[in-house]
């Protein structure tokens, strides 16, 4: 191979290597454009465990969840969301008083849920909870349910 041969093939193999790296990323950007932004949730529907593993009396805090079960001895199980209905933020339980308080911007929820000081503008949710068939308790936070709500086991 002589001289000019070399650097015709050279520039050859160069222009060929950028032709084919510039369809690629053309490629990539059309597959990436093509393919949605979807923003994957979590399951909405979830086992928490065997219900015997639920102290009676305050409620039991998920944080994975973001959710609070609460096992009554005469009522049975409820569940509340623990998410904020104004901007989010997860709210807290407060024995002493029975109520829900939120520490971003001070809304106070009572035991049901309902609000009580504002900002927030509706109720905390209340998800179905059931028994699934291994025995194991079963949240559903695609049923909303009311306050009075209750499992029985
Ligand atoms: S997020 Fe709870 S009061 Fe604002």
Redesign the pocket.
């Known amino acids: 191979m002589n001289r000019r041969s070399f650097f015709k093939f050279s520039w050859g193999a160069v222009g060929l290597t950028a032709l084919v790296s510039a369809v690629g990323v053309s490629l990539a950007a059309v597959v990436r454009f093509l393919v949605p932004s979807v923003f994957y949730e979590p399951p909405q529907t979830f086992k928490i465990g065997d219900p015997a593993d639920y102290p009676f009396g305050p409620p039991t805090f998920l944080v994975e969840e973001k959710i609070f079960v609460f096992r009554d001895r005469d009522k049975g199980f409820a569940v509340a969301s623990a998410v ?6 997860t ?1 807290a339980y407060f024995p002493s008083d029975q109520r829900f308080h ?6 106070v929820f009572g035991p049901n849920g309902l609000v009580q000081h ?3 503008p509706r109720p905390l949710e209340w998800f179905e909870v059931t028994l699934a068939r291994d025995g194991m308790l079963r949240v559903d936070k695609d049923k909303v349910v009311p306050p009075t709500y209750r499992l029985m086991v």
Do not use: D, M, N, R
């Open positions: 904020c209905t104004h901007l989010g933020c709210v939120c520490p971003c911007h001070g809304s504002g900002p927030a």
